[in-house]
Structure formats: structure tokens, C-alpha cells
């Protein structure tokens, strides 16, 4: 048996599954410490059926601990980005495009230090170890406690940035370093911009896992606990203390794995409407489609593994203003959204007694839905409920156009418990599927994650070299895996691209692979 959870902005879900079989399943409301949220939904599994503790092998649980954190600007570390790029890369100094409120929120301080790769290794210049020296001296003065380390081409090479690493180590312990070539992909300021993410993050890292470690052993599990990643693998709590920005997209990712699982259907449309938001991605191989652009995350730019959402400000908590204007376009007169409740739905909204106006009042008052006391929205205008869902199966479908990249016909699986306010079919999109269990598809996402590993460098390709260096990248891929948890017997490339870059010399091509895997229970 193994359990899954995964935490929302409004609602914590949570499945005990047996292989892919769903014995339980429980929503709960997200609670302003999150972690007594995941007690209760472990309590609420074990209501629903009893099982034995000591047989759980394992638990996964999806959280937006640390997006929200940085959203936020809160409970961040005073951290400095040290850049290894000098004599070149000085134009734009570290941090030149964050807000301004999040580089006060994290103290930030930047460093320009020599060093720094060509795309082909070459060395720019040579490190400047007295240099880096001096700048921990100072980082120490100043009260920094977690670095950003950066080197120009760093994932072809990351020499640099592990002997700078050593070298501020030496002078500063305690503080915590994060290093670029370990987070985010080609192209300097957006890996630079992920690598200080990061490490802001840090501290919040430690203190979350543990918290939910105890949250898991409070409950007499005594498993391995897994964090959901961003492009739908798992990672173990080490690993989320190292790297909490891997875990900011999990929530969508594990809707999308969900709806996979319970669909059967590999490349699909999902539409994850949840309390606060409704989240549309596209799956490819069962995975979800990942972003190919720079993805903008609290304002800043960054370029590690996320999937390609498109987030709108529709869900059950969501409120509805307005009044139906007869005779005009569906859902004219009526907005929904963007604005939400959130977790407070149980108190604010019309059917549990509130005096705000919200998506699941609609519901229950459509017939939709069977949750609070229905009378208490009986007195609502039959045409602005209609009004109100009409706009959102208008806004849902120009949602799906939106990610679509071809005219081939591309199936759409509704997920979340917000999903009853679709309609069975999407204008100019088609039949909507709602498979069984779909409320608590993000959980059962989680729980059926694997392991993955990846690879994205750019190859100086030699003549004649090219069948050899791709077999190359993918058995780095295949062993990534496998030294993350991934039973080697199961893991198969999932993705691979291969791109020649003709402005460089040397027949340069950059090779993205990524092999998964299942997770090996008890490894």
C-alpha cells in the first residue's frame, strides 16, 4: 500500500492506493499550517478504511509550501547570487529583473567573480579563488546565510562552480550553497534566477520536510516520505531539502499524472479545476507537456523542469458577480473568478452558512453538487446560475484552445473536485471524460508517481560521433534514475530532443533526455 497526498490552496486530498487500486479517498480543507491539514487526511483514510501502518510502503505528498512562500515574500533567507563570469557577463549584474520587494525579502546581494565556461569548455577566464575569498568575508558581514552559485555554461561544465562552492565552504560552514549546474538548464540568467530561488528557500526547505516527516510519523507510519517534483517524478526528502524549487509546479503535475492513470488516456487535455484556480495542461506518453519558453514564476524569469500550464482564476471557491444580460453571449453580465475564497470556502460561502457568492453555491444550486444546505441558495436567479456556468465552460474552452498545438483531435479529461462545473462537452473542443475518482486525481497522482532523471547539455558532436554522444546522454539519464530510486528494470526514455545550435562552432547540438522509472519500495 502506498498513500498520497497532495496539499492545495483550498482543499487537502489524500488516497490510500493498493498497486493502482483506490481503497480510500478523503478531501479535507487546507489548514493555515498545512501540516495538521495532512493529519487529518491521514486520520480521515484510516476512518474510511482501517489499514495497518506498518503496511504502507511508502508516502507522496504534492505541497505548495514553497511557491507560496516566495509568492509571498515571506520566511526567506538573507542569500547572495556569486556569478563566475568576469571579464564577461557584467552588464547585468545578478538579480536585475527580480521585484523589488522579493530582493529585499531575501537581503540579496550580488557578486561578479572570474571565471566561467565557453560552450565547449574553454575556459573564459581562469577562478579567482583570493577573489571569492573576499566576497564570503563580506556575504559573512552582511548576514547571508544561503549563496547562489553561477558559472556561464556551468551544465557543460560545472568545475567552477564546485571549487567555488569549496571555496566559500571554507570560509562560511554553516551557510548553505546551491549551485546552478544542479537546477536550471542553458541560459545564464534564468538558471542564475532559479539557483537563487532556491537558495531563499532553503531554510524553509528543512523546516517544511521535517515538518511533514513528523506529520507522516505522528500518524505510526514509519515509510519513506517523497516529495512530488515539477515534472511529475518523485524525490526524497534529502533531495526537497536540497532543492525545494523542484516541487513548485507539483500541483498541476500530479492532476495531470492523475488524470492519466484513471483516463487511460496517454496524450490528453486535463482541466484540474480545484478551490482556487483550474489549471490546463497537456499530456504527451502519459507526462506533462513541459514549458519551452522561460517560465515567469512570483515575476521572475527562470528555466528549470515545469510543465506547461495555463492557470485561470476559476474554481470552487471562486466569486461570482454580476447579473445575466438576456439575449447576449453565454456567461454575458456575470464574472467568475479570478478572486477565491480559498480555504475559508467552508465558512464563506452561501451553503455553509457565509454571505459570499461562490462557484460551489452555483453547483449545489444547478443540482451539481450535494454539499451543505441547499436551501440556503434556493433563492437564486435561475438565470444567472445559468449565466454564471456558461461562462465557465466558455473561459474552460478558450482555455484548451489556448494549449493546443495542432488540429489533431485532442481528448479532454476533467480532474478536481471543481470539475462538476463543467459541462459534458466544450464548445469547439468536444466530449469532456470525468473518470471515477477524478476529485482526488492530484493525490492519486502523487501516489503513482516514478522516478525520473535527466540530461540537458549542449555536445560539441564530432564527425561520424553523433549515434555514440545521443547513446551517451541517454544512459546518463537511465543511471540518474536508477541513483534517485528507480528500479532499473523499469525505467525507459520518456522524452528526448535533439537540437543543433548553428550559431556556435563545432557542429554544437543540445540533447535533452529524460528517462523514468518506477520507484523501488524498500531500495
Aim: net charge negative; with cysteine.
Amino acid at each position: 500500500m502506498r498513500i498520497g497526498i497532495d496539499v492545495g490552496g483550498t482543499n487537502t486530498d489524500a488516497v490510500l492506493l493498493d498497486g493502482t487500486r483506490v481503497l480510500a479517498a478523503v478531501k479535507t480543507s487546507t489548514t493555515a499550517d498545512v501540516t495538521s491539514g495532512i493529519v487529518a487526511a491521514v486520520d480521515g483514510l484510516q476512518r474510511q478504511h482501517a489499514f495497518d501502518p506498518a503496511g504502507v510502503r511508502a508516502v507522496m505528498i504534492g505541497t505548495t509550501h514553497f511557491i507560496n512562500a516566495l509568492v509571498e515574500a515571506r520566511r526567506l533567507a538573507p542569500t547572495a547570487a556569486v556569478r563566475l563570469s568576469l571579464p564577461a557577463g557584467a552588464s547585468l549584474p545578478p538579480m536585475v529583473d527580480w521585484p523589488q520587494r522579493l530582493v529585499d525579502a531575501i537581503s540579496g546581494r550580488g557578486y561578479l567573480c572570474h571565471g566561467g565556461h565557453e560552450f565547449d569548455g574553454r575556459h573564459i577566464a581562469e577562478l579567482d579563488e583570493a577573489e571569492l575569498r573576499r566576497a564570503a568575508h563580506d556575504m559573512g558581514e552582511a548576514g547571508i546565510r544561503s549563496v547562489a552559485i553561477s558559472s556561464v555554461f556551468s551544465p557543460v561544465n560545472a568545475e567552477f562552480e564546485l571549487r567555488a562552492a569549496e571555496v566559500i565552504s571554507a570560509v562560511l560552514p554553516d551557510v548553505a550553497i546551491s549551485l546552478s549546474h544542479e537546477i536550471g538548464r542553458i541560459g545564464l540568467l534564468e538558471r542564475e534566477n532559479a539557483t537563487v530561488i532556491n537558495a531563499a528557500l532553503r531554510e524553509l526547505a528543512a523546516q517544511i520536510v521535517d515538518g511533514l516527516a513528523a506529520s507522516v510519523t505522528g500518524a505510526g507510519i514509519t515509510a519513506p516520505l517523497y516529495l512530488s517534483q515539477n515534472d511529475g517524478t518523485l524525490m526524497d526528502v534529502d533531495f526537497a531539502r536540497r532543492y525545494p524549487v523542484a516541487t513548485f509546479a507539483s500541483g498541476p503535475t500530479n492532476s495531470m499524472r492523475g488524470a492519466a492513470v484513471l483516463s487511460g488516456l496517454g496524450t490528453c487535455a486535463v482541466v484540474d479545476v480545484g478551490g482556487t484556480t483550474s489549471d490546463i495542461g497537456v499530456l504527451r506518453h502519459g507526462f506533462p507537456r513541459e514549458a519551452t519558453t522561460d517560465v515567469s514564476v512570483a515575476g521572475i524569469r527562470t528555466n528549470f523542469r515545469m510543465p506547461d500550464v495555463l492557470s485561470i482564476g476559476i474554481g470552487g471557491g471562486s466569486l461570482v458577480r454580476g447579473e445575466p444580460a438576456g439575449g447576449t453571449a453565454a456567461g454575458a453580465g456575470v464574472t467568475v473568478g479570478p478572486d477565491s475564497v480559498g480555504y475559508e470556502l467552508t465558512s464563506r460561502a452561501l451553503v455553509f452558512g457565509g454571505d459570499t457568492l461562490t462557484a460551489t453555491d452555483i453547483a449545489v444550486a444547478a443540482g451539481l453538487a450535494e454539499i451543505g444546505d441547499p436551501g440556503r441558495v434556493a433563492h437564486l436567479d435561475p438565470g444567472l446560475v445559468r449565466a454564471a456556468l456558461d461562462r465557465i465552460a466558455r473561459d474552460a474552452a478558450d482555455a484548451v484552445e489556448r494549449m493546443r498545438t495542432s488540429a489533431e483531435p485532442l481528448p479532454v479529461v476533467a480532474v478536481g473536485g471543481g470539475s462538476i462545473l463543467l459541462p459534458g462537452e466544450l464548445a469547439g473542443v468536444g466530449e469532456v471524460h470525468r473518470p471515477e475518482n477524478y476529485a482526488v486525481a492530484n493525490a492519486i497522482g502523487a501516489a503513482i508517481a516514478q522516478i525520473g532523471g535527466e540530461v540537458d547539455r549542449v555536445y560539441a558532436i564530432e564527425p561520424g560521433r553523433r549515434d555514440a554522444v545521443v547513446e551517451e546522454a541517454k544512459q546518463e539519464a537511465v543511471d540518474r534514475a536508477v541513483a534517485a530510486g528507480a528500479s532499473p528494470s523499469t525505467v525507459d526514455i520518456v522524452d528526448f530532443d535533439e537540437v543543433p545550435i548553428p550559431y556556435l562552432p563545432g557542429n554544437a547540438t543540445r540533447i535533452r533526455v529524460k528517462a523514468v522509472g518506477d520507484l523501488q519500495l524498500g531500495a
